[in-house]
């Protein structure tokens, strides 16, 4: 058996099935991404007239969805993977429906702590994808994903936005429950991959070559990638105010936007580019998001601006898709639900840690502080990818005699 027949597909799992998983994980986003940025709206309705517990209650599921990945991705390695994922998405109505019924302060926090222990739908969507597929299939799959999660970051806002003139943001939460229930729905039609004990036979007859990147490398690019870009989103409104006063709601959120909507147009040309090496991308994608973050700091007009933002994209789409690409390669022989699971606690993690040095940073040095913060970060993954004795799998690989 050649290494080409096992990275096709399984049998009975083709392009439709990734897609429905694609657009199953879109729909289910929606409340999770689009309602957020309105916490200083919802919260006054519960009692917090000021708002100001808006930036705990923001990370609130992210904490404990990081938490609550692993053990997610080890019982869907053991129970099933399609199963986990409709739990995913069940999980998610049932805490949609608790947000958009609370009542009180405290019943919508325990509402935000279910949402992030019994989501998880992009972990177990990809645990499940990486049963069933392996090599280019896989990593082209995870790439689609990470479209549907830009999509869904990009339009879910300008939704929730447009829905406020008829339904507060807050009860809006119950009747997007009804989104990941459709998806549970869908998805429940769709195969269970095959066990994993019959990929890891396939994979020793092979005699398959070593993963590109050791796990532990994966993790760390994983962790330094989230920080480095999730770190200057909280802040970014309030740059584009203070270098250019004025500035129109839509402008900035099209700002904003700017780098998700690199990634869905230039997503699948960079993976047909770097599928073959991305250790080449990974590190050109973090000397974009270094020298784009850079350029925050000091561009002062519009022109600058969308320049550094597309240069962020271009930094974000090669980092994506590079990782994608890193990924798909561990998991092949492995446990996909757990390698994924982890995966997710390392991306939350740099989310949580990214959150907490903008905030940091930008009450102690302005609104610039958590681009220049990013892009640091950026730099310093750049030069410890260049260190073989930092990274030293992004260096050496053992090839297999032809």
């Given at each position: 058996m050649t290494v080409q027949t096992l990275r096709m597909p399984r049998t009975g799992f083709g392009r439709g099935h990734v897609q429905a998983v694609a657009g199953c994980y879109f729909v289910a986003s929606f409340a999770a991404l689009g309602l957020p940025p309105y916490l200083t709206e919802i919260l006054p309705e519960l009692g917090d007239h000021g708002a100001r517990w808006a930036g705990v209650l923001y990370i609130v599921p992210t904490v404990f969805g990081a938490l609550g990945a692993p053990l997610w991705g080890r019982l869907a390695d053991r129970f099933g993977r399609k199963r986990l994922?409709?739990?995913?998405?069940?999980?998610?109505?049932?805490?949609?429906?608790?947000?958009?019924?609370?009542d009180s302060l405290a019943t919508f926090t325990v509402a935000l702590v279910l949402q992030g222990i019994l989501g998880g739908t992009f972990a177990a969507s990809n645990g499940?994808?990486?049963?069933?597929l392996e090599g280019p299939a896989l990593s082209r799959a995870l790439t689609l994903m990470q479209g549907s999660a830009r999509a869904a970051l990009v339009v879910a806002p300008i939704?929730?936005?447009?829905?406020?003139?008829?339904?507060?943001?807050?009860?809006?939460?119950?009747?997007?429950?009804?989104?990941?229930?459709?998806?549970?729905?869908?998805?429940?039609a769709l195969p269970e991959p095959e066990p994993v004990e019959q990929r890891e036979t396939k994979r020793e007859t092979a005699g398959d070559t070593p993963p590109v990147v050791s796990l532990r490398t994966l993790y760390?690019?994983?962790?330094?990638?989230?920080?480095?870009?999730?770190?200057?989103?909280?802040?970014?409104?309030?740059?584009?105010?203070?270098?250019?006063p004025g500035t129109?709601?839509?402008?900035?959120?099209?700002?904003?936007?700017?780098?998700?909507?690199?990634?869905?147009?230039?997503?699948?040309?960079?993976h047909a580019a770097f599928r073959s090496r991305p250790r080449a991308g990974i590190a050109l994608g973090f000397a974009c998001i270094a020298l784009g973050l850079a350029g925050h700091g000091v561009a002062d007009s519009l022109t600058t601006l969308i320049a550094v933002r597309l240069l962020l994209g271009a930094g974000l789409t090669l980092g994506l898709v590079c990782l994608s690409v890193l990924a798909a390669d561990c998991a092949r022989g492995?446990?996909?639900?757990?390698?994924?699971?982890?995966?997710?606690?390392?991306?939350?993690?740099?989310?949580?840690?990214a959150g907490v040095a903008a905030a940091a940073g930008s009450a102690r040095f302005g609104p610039a502080a958590p681009?220049?913060?990013?892009?640091?970060?950026?730099?310093?993954?750049?030069?410890?990818?260049?260190?073989?004795?930092?990274?030293p799998t992004l260096h050496h690989r053992t090839r297999r005699s032809r």
């Open positions: 994922l409709l739990r995913a998405q069940l999980g998610l109505a049932v805490s949609f429906l608790l947000a958009g019924w609370a499940y994808l990486g049963a069933a939704v929730v936005g447009s829905l406020s003139g008829w339904l507060s943001p807050h009860r809006q939460y119950a009747l997007l429950a009804v989104l990941p229930l459709t998806a549970a729905l869908l998805l429940a760390a690019l994983e962790f330094a990638f989230v920080f480095s870009t999730v770190i200057s989103f909280p802040y970014l409104i309030a740059l584009v105010d203070d270098r250019l129109s709601p839509a402008l900035s959120g099209v700002l904003f936007a700017l780098p998700h909507l690199v990634y869905l147009v230039a997503a699948l040309a960079v492995r446990a996909p639900g757990g390698m994924f699971g982890t995966l997710e606690f390392f991306s939350k993690a740099g989310a949580v840690a681009v220049l913060i990013g892009g640091a970060a950026a730099a310093v993954t750049v030069v410890a990818a260049a260190l073989p004795s930092l990274f």
